[in-house]
């Protein structure tokens, strides 16, 4: 079992200048990105670490409200042991927790917001914010990324401006697809789980047109169970 120490300089980011999207999924052996609906049920216990470790090196973590919503997201919190780390290297204490909501089909009393440790941001279109943005303001803050459909780089321009350059997104899948659509992913880890689920689950990439999107494998870890920890770059 790889410890947290070995994940920390298997996944190192070598220099924090420039936007950096890294992307972090856990599939089965046979493709299925849930089992059960969930994607936290293919995980084990050294995915949970990675993903502890992932989120310490952030400086935010990115999710779509579908995956709010389904996995039942609560306040991103790095590990008391991690709090050292990004202090050494001039990181807030934990990283920020962004939403993408095109709609800004949330409820201000989500646990999302009430379990918070730093007031989130809610990524949405000019239209959502104008018909909905008011019921969030004292719960999140809210940024207008384009008119009728969230412009996700101008969303990381705004991620710019606020220091935040070196950018976590844990999904869904969609919002995984609009990323890479746009050319904006540079980094891809995905954890194997060793099971064969079938069934009608999807894939960690969805609503996205087909094409050939080549990435280099840029590293693999194991565990003692069966889990392949795979590091793709752009």
């Known amino acids: 079992m790889p410890t947290r120490s070995e994940l920390f300089d298997a996944y190192a980011l070598h220099g924090r200048d420039g936007t950096r999207v890294r992307m972090n999924f856990v599939s089965s052996a046979d493709g299925a990105v849930t089992l059960g609906g969930r994607s936290g049920a293919l995980g084990g216990g050294t995915d949970r670490a990675l993903m502890q470790v992932l989120r310490a090196m952030a400086d935010v973590v990115l999710v779509g409200a579908g995956t709010v919503r389904a996995e039942g997201y609560g306040g991103v919190r790095v590990r008391d042991g991690d709090l050292e780390w990004r202090r050494s290297r001039g990181l807030e204490d934990q990283p920020a927790l962004a939403v993408v909501s095109g709609e800004l089909r949330l409820e201000p ?64 899948p969609h919002l995984f697809g609009a990323l890479l659509a746009d050319g904006l992913v540079d980094e891809v880890c995905v954890t194997v789980a060793p099971r064969f689920v079938g069934g009608e689950a999807g894939r960690i990439v969805q609503g996205v047109a087909e094409g050939d999107r080549r990435f280099a494998l840029a590293g693999v870890v194991t565990d003692d169970e069966g889990f392949a920890f795979l590091r793709y770059a752009r």
Do not use: K
């Not at 940024?143 to 070196?166: P, Y």
């Open 109 to 172: 009393g989500d646990p999302v917001f009430a379990e918070a440790v730093r007031r989130p941001v809610l990524v949405t279109t000019d239209a959502a914010a104008d018909a909905r943005g008011s019921l969030f303001e004292p719960v999140a803050t809210v940024i207008a990324c384009g008119g009728d459909a969230v412009d996700l780089g101008m969303m990381l321009d705004a991620f710019v401006r606020r220091g935040w350059t070196q950018v976590l997104c844990e999904g869904g």
